[in-house]
């Protein structure tokens, strides 16, 4: 019977069989591991966030100490980062995680008197790590094929889920301390070093370094130079076919127009790419920070003993939703990225309503939508990328993928600063009508 599951079934694990053929085994293993580890502690320290400040002081604050380093070197790094081979930056963000998350654990909570200025400079410096790692594997992508791009949307999707799932499950089933779950993170980042230097195979890599040191030298010679005017022509014309106004790189001028050339590129970026990817990161990211820990019930109508297994559920949650949606793109793809993020920015207002006239009966509805908000979210960010792989230039494809990533940290960025305003106006209003549970841990 046509449409029946066992008529679907079939045609799915064709088209599956199909999405995976002539995929390599160690790049999707390394890249998945590379959105895992590159991740996960940026989760942790989010879904840490109530632990880390306490509940009288907005967990804006630890988001954007979470994200407006990474935002800022996303900014400034596609600019000059190519002068920074791989295997350098892999040991610079494995450092700066590590030592972030040392600082983090071994700094006394604000219980035990501890200052949350010096967590914070732990959280700067995983923030540096990640954003750093996001931009680079990102890019990196470019020398791997599709394949690497799915396989490390999936695994930050990963880290969502296991990062915030963990983190939970650790502090509230398992009892464990903040502490001890902290710093057992702290080693993840070795899982990195296996990514890159043993699992992943660099031929790619090299090869590409090996072409672009023979173009460079060769570059000298009038016959080469001819060649390399007609190279640019071409890409002129085909930047211009695509009607984005994609300007080409040209390597044989000064470091301002170089500049003025990256940003050209990056303009051209905005409207398709950035701003669905930024849209989408603001509503998903208030809703988190803002809105969220102002989303409680009274505890004898949920499955919680505590109001503070409230924040990481809900993140864990989240992340499931996340982690589906960004392991999606061999089966399904979104070309209208606008779409999910104007219905991401519906869930941000549906949950404000309910957290001002409380109209949701049962948190188990709350569950859902939060998943929902996970795979819009999910679904925006891995499908951008794809979109750019299939679209821009191949020439310009490394950069646009690493100067998309701002869109992201940008986003979440505002949505800290908004949340921290948020959280403490959606608190009072409830406090002031008779619901004080966002002052109770």
Not at 241 to 250: F, I, N, T, V
């Amino acid at each position: 019977m046509p449409g029946s599951p066992s008529s679907s079934w079939p045609v799915f694990r064709e088209r599956l069989k199909q999405s995976f053929k002539g995929a390599d085994p160690r790049v999707c293993i390394a890249f998945w591991l590379f959105g895992l580890i590159n991740n996960v502690l940026y989760v942790i320290i989010l879904t840490a966030a109530l632990d880390l400040v306490g509940p009288n002081i907005p967990k804006g604050v630890v988001l954007l100490a979470d994200v407006i380093p990474s935002f800022l070197l996303k900014l400034l790094a596609p600019y000059f980062i190519h002068a920074v081979p791989y295997p350098v930056r892999i040991l610079i963000f494995v450092a700066l995680s590590v030592a972030g998350m040392l600082l983090i654990a071994l700094t006394p909570s604000y219980l035990e008197g501890g200052t949350i200025s010096t967590k914070m400079a732990g959280v700067i410096l995983a923030s540096l790590s990640s954003g750093g790692g996001e931009l680079s594997f990102v890019g990196l992508v470019h020398y791997y094929g599709p394949f690497s791009l799915a396989a490390w949307g999936s695994g930050t999707g990963g880290a969502g889920l296991i990062g915030a799932g963990a983190y939970a499950l650790a502090t509230t089933s398992f009892g464990l301390s903040v502490k001890a779950t902290i710093l057992a993170s702290a080693g993840l980042p070795v899982f990195m070093l296996v990514s890159f230097f043993l699992i992943l195979p660099l031929e790619p890599l090299w090869s590409h370094a090996e072409y672009k040191q023979i173009h460079s030298g060769e570059s000298d010679t009038d016959d080469v130079g001819g060649a390399e005017s007609e190279q640019r022509q071409g890409l002129l014309a085909e930047s211009a076919s695509l009607g984005e106004g994609y300007a080409p790189y040209d390597k044989q001028v000064s470091a301002w127009t170089k500049f003025e050339q990256n940003l050209i590129r990056a303009r051209a970026l905005f409207f398709p790419f950035m701003l669905p990817l930024l849209l989408v990161y603001i509503a998903e990211y208030t809703i988190n920070q803002g809105v969220s820990p102002t989303l409680l019930f009274p505890l004898q109508q949920t499955p919680f003993k505590h109001f503070r297994a409230f924040y990481p559920t809900y993140n864990a949650i989240y992340q499931a939703g996340v982690f589906i949606s960004r392991s999606s793109t061999p089966f399904l793809r979104i070309h209208n990225l606008y779409l999910p993020s104007f219905l991401q920015v519906l869930n941000l207002v549906v949950l404000t309503v309910h957290a001002l006239y409380d109209f949701i009966p049962s948190v188990y509805i709350v569950f859902a939508i939060i998943f929902w908000e996970g795979l819009l979210g999910g679904l925006v960010y891995v499908n951008t990328f794809a979109e750019i792989r299939d679209t821009v230039p191949k020439e310009e494809r490394e950069f646009s993928l690493s100067a998309t990533t701002v869109s992201d940290s940008g986003g979440i960025c505002i949505a800290g600063f908004i949340s921290m305003a948020f959280e403490v106006w959606l608190c009072n209003w409830q406090v002031r009508h008779g619901r004080d549970y966002c002052k109770k841990l």
